[in-house]
C-alpha cells in the first residue's frame, strides 16, 4: 500500500470515526422520566446505539433494537435482533409487532427512545393490511435497481406500511418520545431516515403511484388499490399523535466530512469539501469529479484533498457484482484515464457497498494499466455493472467488515503536488 493510499484509509477511518455512537450519542441522551423507559431502534447502527445507551444511562430501562445480519453489539437490557437488508424478511416483522407492543403498554409518565439509523427502512418493516411480505420484497428489489433516489423509494416504503412514515409515533401515545437519529440521507431531513418512523410525513400517496409508474416497476392490482385508496395516507404535519415528540438528528455526513478536512489541512493539504448530500447517477458523478481533479491538477503544483458525501445511485442493467462507491471509482477511473498523482477512496461508512462484502476500493495512477496486464476492460465492467469484480482482480477492494454507523457515502480525491 502506497502512503497516498494509506492517507485515504486514514481520512475514511477519521469520517467513520467521527460519526460512532459511542463519539456521538451521550451528550444527547434525555433525562430519565418519573415512570418507565423503553428503549426500540432499527438501523445498521441501532445494536451499537443501544449498547452506548446502556453505557450511559442512569435508571431502569428495558426495549428490543433490529440491526441487519452481522451488524449486533452486545447488551445486557436491551434485546437485539438481527434481519435482512436491504430486501428485508420476518424478521423484521418480528422486530415491528414486538415494537408495537412495548409502547402500546406505555403512559403519560413514560418514555420512548428511539434509536435510528440509516437501513431501518428495510429492518423496520410492518406491511400494511393487504400487503404480503412478498409484495414488500418484489418492489424494494425493483426500487433498488431502478436508479430512484433514496427519498423516492422511501415515499413509496412509507405508503406500504403499518409502522413508517411517523405511524409509529401513534402507537407510543400517551407516552413521550425522544428520537435519536444518524442521518444516511442527503439533507438529513429526519423524515427520510429509515422512512420517518416518529416523523410527519409530506409526501403523498399519490406521489408513491407515480414513483412506481415512473420507474417501470409492475406491482399487484391489491398493492395498487392500496395506494388509491386514503387508508395508505401516512400521518401529515399537525397531527396531534406528535405533540409529544422530539427528532433529533446526533451525527451526519458533514460531520465526518469536516473530521477529514480538518485532519487533511492538519497535514498541510488544501482541502475543498463539494458537499455531504451529492447525489446522482454514481458513474456520472465519477466523471464529474475526474473532471474538476484534473482541473485543479493543471492549475497549481501544490497538493490538494477533495471531499464529498451523500448517497449516488445506480441503474443496473448488467449481471455483474457491484455497489454504488465501486462503480463511482471506476467511472472516475476511466475519465482519469492514468492521470499522474490523482488518487481516490470511495466507501461507504457502514462498511458494505451495496450488498457486498467490502466498503468500497482505492484508485491510483495505475490503475487503469495493471487492470489492462491482467485482461480487464475497465469498460466492459463498467457497462455490465461489475465495478465489484474489477476492483476485486486488482486487489484495491477496501473491506472493514460493520462499522456500526452509518452517514452514507464517504469519497476523497488526493491530487499530489507537481514536482517542481
Not at 423484521?92 to 427512545?113: H, P
Not at 469529479?289 to 448488467?318: C, D, F, K, N
Request: overall charge negative; glycine content about 12%.
Amino acid at each position: 500500500m502506497s502512503s497516498e493510499t494509506r492517507f485515504l484509509r486514514e481520512l475514511f477511518d477519521v469520517a467513520v470515526a467521527a460519526a460512532s455512537p459511542s463519539e456521538r450519542l451521550p451528550a444527547f441522551l434525555p433525562a430519565a422520566p418519573r415512570g418507565r423507559t423503553v428503549v426500540i431502534g432499527a438501523g445498521k447502527a441501532a445494536a451499537s446505539m443501544a449498547q452506548t445507551t446502556e453505557q450511559h444511562w442512569h435508571g431502569a430501562l428495558t426495549g428490543l433494537v433490529v440491526t441487519r445480519y452481522g451488524h449486533a453489539a452486545k447488551c445486557r437490557r436491551i434485546e437485539v435482533l438481527e434481519a435482512a437488508h436491504p430486501v428485508p424478511d420476518s424478521t423484521g416483522i418480528e422486530a415491528s409487532r414486538r415494537m408495537i407492543e412495548l409502547v402500546s403498554l406505555l403512559g403519560k409518565d413514560d418514555l420512548v427512545l428511539a434509536l435510528i439509523s440509516g437501513g431501518g427502512s428495510s429492518l423496520l418493516t410492518l406491511p400494511a393490511p393487504g400487503i404480503s411480505l412478498g409484495d414488500k420484497q418484489g418492489i424494494n428489489r425493483a426500487l433498488l435497481k431502478s436508479g430512484a433516489n433514496i427519498t423516492e423509494m422511501n415515499c413509496v416504503r412509507k405508503h406500504l406500511s403499518a409502522i413508517k412514515g411517523g405511524r409509529l409515533a401513534g402507537y407510543c401515545v400517551p407516552a413521550r418520545v425522544e428520537c435519536l437519529l444518524i442521518s444516511d440521507v442527503p439533507g438529513d431531513d429526519p423524515s427520510t431516515i429509515a422512512s420517518g418512523p416518529t416523523v410527519p410525513d409530506g409526501s403523498t400517496r399519490f406521489e408513491a403511484i407515480e414513483i412506481i409508474d415512473r420507474y417501470g416497476i409492475e406491482i399487484d392490482p391489491a398493492v395498487r388499490a392500496h395506494l388509491q385508496s386514503e387508508h395508505s395516507e401516512t400521518p401529515k404535519p399537525g397531527d396531534p399523535i406528535f405533540d409529544l415528540v422530539r427528532n433529533v438528528v446526533i451525527a451526519n455526513a458533514a460531520g465526518s466530512l469536516r473530521e477529514a478536512a480538518r485532519l487533511g489541512r492538519e497535514r498541510g493539504i488544501e482541502t475543498i469539501i463539494l458537499g455531504d448530500d451529492l447525489e446522482g447517477e454514481a458513474r456520472e458523478l465519477g466523471k464529474s469529479h475526474a473532471e474538476q481533479a484534473l482541473a485543479l491538477h493543471r492549475e497549481s503544483s501544490a497538493p490538494r484533498l477533495i471531499l464529498s458525501g451523500g448517497e449516488t445511485t445506480v441503474t443496473v442493467t448488467g449481471s455483474g457484482r457491484g455497489g454504488r462507491n465501486v462503480e463511482y471509482l471506476l467511472g472516475l477511473a476511466i475519465a482519469l484515464d492514468g492521470a499522474e498523482g490523482i488518487y481516490a477512496i470511495a466507501a461507504d461508512t457502514d462498511g458494505i457497498d451495496g450488498t457486498e462484502d467490502n466498503a468500497g476500493a482505492v484508485i491510483t495512477p495505475t490503475t487503469l494499466a495493471r487492470a489492462l496486464g491482467l485482461g480487464l476492460d475497465a469498460r466492459a465492467h463498467l457497462d455490465d455493472n461489475d465495478a465489484y469484480g474489477f476492483f476485486d482482480q486488482l486487489g484495491d477492494l477496501v473491506t472493514t467488515g460493520p462499522t456500526l454507523t452509518n452517514v452514507n457515502d464517504f469519497r476523497a480525491i488526493l491530487i499530489q503536488a507537481q514536482p517542481g
